[in-house]
């Protein structure tokens, strides 16, 4: 029996413009810094069922600092 790849997100807090959206949509994945309130993960590998949520906080990114990387095949 094969283990099913996980989906992984990745931020970039240099390109973040600390607008929050990430951590308003996942708060379960996504956390603000207290020093300069630039994106933290909390989770890298979230379960799939908050990955409707992590996808929306992607594409709500106003700098695009959240990357969704999908297992190859």
């Given at each position: 029996?094969?283990?099913?790849?996980?989906?992984s997100?990745?931020?970039?807090?240099?390109?973040?413009?600390?607008?929050?959206?990430?951590?308003?949509?996942?708060?379960?994945?996504?956390?603000?810094?207290?020093?300069?309130?630039?994106?933290?993960?909390?989770?890298?590998?979230?379960?799939?069922?908050l990955?409707?949520?992590?996808?929306?906080?992607?594409?709500?990114?106003?700098?695009?600092a959240?990357?969704?990387?999908?297992?190859?095949?």
């Amino acid at each position: 029996m094969t283990q099913r790849a996980t989906v992984s997100v990745r931020v970039d807090p240099e390109r973040c413009c600390c607008s929050g959206m990430c951590v308003l949509t996942a708060p379960e994945v996504f956390d603000q810094s207290e020093e300069d309130g630039s994106v933290r993960l909390r989770r890298p590998e979230p379960p799939e069922h908050l990955l409707p949520a992590v996808r929306q906080a992607a594409d709500l990114c106003p700098s695009r600092a959240i990357a969704i990387v999908t297992p190859g095949p």
